[in-house]
């Protein structure tokens, strides 16, 4: 059985990034899920775990359990990432094995702080007995220092595919749905980062990637030499009250230098018919994912097609729900929902296949997802996109973009170099030439 937690207000404000420099960036195995800087809503959670048997999230049931009363939507459990490779397998795809990261981590969590931005108030959460102590260790870290920013040392990325074969792999997509095996196809690649003299401090890319591209389910995430950071803006999975909810986005479109170029290129997506029917696909994808684990008539469409602007993109985003079975568990939930078909494509299976023969190699942590879920079931879990995978010998940046009939080719290789671009520049590194 789980500890009882308890949990402690603590009286004034703290930055969590001060709070983070000064005690989960010291440990071996510890998170950060960040709501971003300056955040005015949503909750923040940072704090040390330890290494768990990646199978017990999955054992957890999901939907309805009772809850306990603590003032906290997260009440211990795991916290960590799930890759794409061995889902896409578990769903019947062909698939590899990458070996830079750990395909699965979780990190059991018993005391962590809470972070409500929309009251400004830090929560202490940690077993009953054990809540006094914890809470003082909390204020050894309120009282430390800011975290310095490191400028990373200049390092050179070097592409999976050139951007004319990545091109040439649009035209195969093409040729695919032209013959009636996908309707849509996210087709991604990877940009290496090898370290320099030292090992990469996932603390600085971190911190580097928060501060030029902020999103609200940004989080690092590090067990031992491995970390992911993330700059995510898509949450893949809330479940709570028996609720699972899902935010697929798929259209995407720079931000402008100007006011006024800004608004026509959020206009330009709202009003394209390839981003309109790409997010649609999706949309019906994960309607029809969720009903496998939904009770009868109860998944809708609670948001169609709304733009949302980032620092560097703006995004189209929609929004499905429906009401959990009983006695589900989040394995059953990962297994009808994961991967992701805004990371696929659809008819789901067959668009994995497919671009498992096309991308021909291991998409890792890229492309699967990261969060946390709770003992009490409820759970919150975000896409790996707009992120960063640190291990021993350097570092990677997955990206890719949805592709449809009306794909254009010099505007989804472009794509890719807009998602990519944060990331690297977090790194030390530019895009290799002509992305």
Sequence with gaps: MPPVLAARALVGWTDPAVLHANGPARAAHSFWLDAGPGATSGWSLLGIGAPSDPRAPREVVVAPTPR??????????????????HAAARAGAPALTDDTAPEEMWLEVDRFVAVDHATHTLWAVAPAGELGAFAALVQTWRAGPPPARIAPPPRVASGRHTPEAYADLIA?????????????????????????????????????????????????????????????????????????????????????????????????LRASAKERAENVMIVDLMRNDLQRVCLPGTVAVEELLVVESYPAVHQLVSAVGGRLQSGRTLGDVLDAAFPAGSMTG????????????????????????????????????????????????GAWVGAGGGITWGSEPDAEVAEVGVKARGPLAALGADLPPGW
């Design 346 to 393: 659809a008819p789901k299976l067959s668009a994995m296949t497919i671009l498992h023969t096309l991308e021909g190699a291991p998409r890792g942590v890229f492309a699967g997802c990261f969060g946390w879920i709770g003992h009490d079931g409820a759970a919150d879990l975000a896409m790996v996109i707009r992120s960063i995978v640190v291990h021993p010998e």
């Design 68 to 85: 306990s009363a603590l003032p906290v939507p997260f009440r211990g459990g795991w916290v960590g990432w799930v890759g794409y490779d």
């Design 172 to 268: 195969r997509c093409r040729d695919a749905i032209r013959e009636g095996d996908a309707y849509q196809l996210c087709l991604t690649t990877r940009f290496d980062v090898p370290a320099s003299a030292a090992p990469m401090d996932p603390v600085a890319v971190y911190l580097a990637l928060r501060d030029a591209t902020p999103a609200h389910h940004g989080g690092l995430v590090r067990s031992g030499p491995f970390a992911l950071a993330s700059a995510s803006p898509e949450r893949f999975l809330e479940i709570g009250d028996g609720i699972v909810r899902t935010r697929p986005i798929k259209g995407t479109r720079p931000r402008g230098a100007d006011p006024a170029t800004d608004a026509a290129l959020a206009a330009e």
